[in-house]
C-alpha cells in the first residue's frame, strides 16, 4: 500500500471480486462525463493523497496516473460514493482531453436513428499525446 | 431476446464475462449523475424499443424496468457509448428521484476533509416508493 484510505471511506466501500470499483470521472463545473474505469484500493489512496487521479489499469495490471506520459491530468475536485458504495465519481479538473483519441470525453458516439454518429471533435492529436 | 439490437451497435459494443455492460444514466440537461447500474443484451434491446430505460439486476438477476414500482421512471434521451465500445452513457430524463433511498441521485455522500458527508436531501419518502 502507497497511502492508507480514510477509513471512514473504507468502511463504506465495496471493491468487487477483483478487488476495483467502477469509476466515473465527470467535469466538476460543466458536468460533462468524461471517462469511465475503475481503481483499486491503492489507486484510491493515490489518487486521494496527491490530488491527482490515478486509476488501475486492468489491461496492463499496473496503476494508471492518469495523464503521466500524455500530460492530460485530472485534478481531483471531489469524490462521492454512491448509496450502495460500490461506484465512485470523482468530480475532477480534466486538463485537456480525457480520451485517448484526443477528444474531450470518451463518449463521443451517440446511437441516433439506429445509427452510430460521432458527436464529438479531435481537439488534439492523438500522436502527440503518447509520442514522446 | 425481446427485441433486437440496431447491428450498428451491437458491432461496437462489448460485454463482460457476465454478458453485462456499465451504464452510467444522467439527467441530459442539468447534466447530474444520478446513477450507475448494468445492462445486458435484452435490457439494452428493451430500452432502445421502448425508450423508458430498463437495467439488469444483478441481485435479483431479472430485468429491472426502472420505476416499475416506484413511478420514477427513466426516459431515454440519447444513448452513447465510450471509446472502447464497453460503457453506456444514458442521457435520461428522470421523474423524481432516482435513488431508493428518495434523493434524486444515488451519489449523495462525498468526502469532504477525510470524513464522509451526505450532501444531497431526501425528497421524496422512500415508504411511499416501495410501499404499494
Not at 47 to 54: E, N
Not at 75 to 95: H, N, Y
Request: proline share 3%; glycine share 8%; net charge negative.
Amino acid at each position: 500500500m502507497t497511502a492508507a484510505l480514510p477509513p471512514d471511506l473504507l468502511d463504506r466501500l465495496v471493491f468487487d471480486r477483483d478487488g476495483l470499483i467502477p469509476v466515473i470521472a465527470q467535469q466538476h463545473d460543466s458536468g460533462e462525463v468524461l471517462m469511465f474505469a475503475w481503481m483499486n484500493q491503492d489507486a484510491l489512496a493515490e489518487t486521494i493523497q496527491t490530488g491527482r487521479v490515478c486509476y488501475w489499469s486492468r489491461s496492463r495490471k499496473a496503476l494508471w496516473r492518469k495523464g503521466e506520459s500524455s500530460g492530460q491530468v485530472q485534478r481531483l475536485v471531489e469524490l462521492r460514493l454512491d448509496c450502495d458504495g460500490d461506484v465512485l465519481l470523482a468530480r475532477v479538473d480534466q486538463t485537456g482531453v480525457a480520451c485517448h483519441t484526443g477528444r474531450r470525453s470518451c463518449f463521443f458516439t451517440a446511437l441516433r436513428d439506429g445509427k452510430l454518429e460521432t458527436i464529438a471533435e479531435v481537439l488534439v492529436d492523438p500522436a502527440t499525446l503518447y509520442g514522446g
